[in-house]
Nanobody, 128 residues
Framework: QVQLVESGGGLVQAGGSLRLSCAAS??????????MGWFRQAPGKEREFVAA????????SYADSLKGRFTISRDNAKNTVYLQMNSLKPEDTAVYYC???????????????????WGQGTQVTVSS
């Protein structure tokens, strides 16, 4: 019904950049109706909030530690959400997931419980 497929991960040196994509699809899923978010999970750690964007792209939110380095955006015509990651650090190494916000959740949702559909994740590894 709802599919989210992340891509763009890989191995990059510290200081480098990557752009992740999240392609959304589904028979009745109109991505432009939903807020979307990015989360990440490193080995042995809980899933943590990275960034969120509202349905139109007019409002965004970021984890405090990532502000200025990461940028979330969306292209509703392409049913795709992006995460541009610059000045990457080894501590950014994690599996990155995109997710669809539950409609009744907060305007900008920052916890995993506020999202109902998740992609399979894409690995980002930053070498020092």
């Amino acid at each position: 019904q709802v599919q989210l497929v992340e891509s763009g991960g890989g191995l990059v040196q510290a200081g480098g950049s990557l752009r992740l994509s999240c392609a959304a699809s589904g028979r009745t899923f109109i991505v432009s109706n939903y807020g979307m978010g990015w989360f990440r999970q490193a080995p042995g750690k809980e899933r943590e909030f990275v960034a969120a964007i509202n349905w139109s792209g007019g409002a965004t939110s970021y984890a405090d530690s990532l502000k200025g380095r990461f940028t979330i955006s969306r292209d509703n015509a392409k049913n795709t959400v992006y995460l541009q990651m610059n000045s990457l650090k080894p501590e950014d190494t994690a599996v990155y997931y995109c997710a669809r916000k539950i409609p009744n959740a907060r305007f900008i949702a920052t916890t995993p419980a506020e999202y109902d559909y998740w992609g399979q994740g894409t690995q980002v590894t930053v070498s020092s």
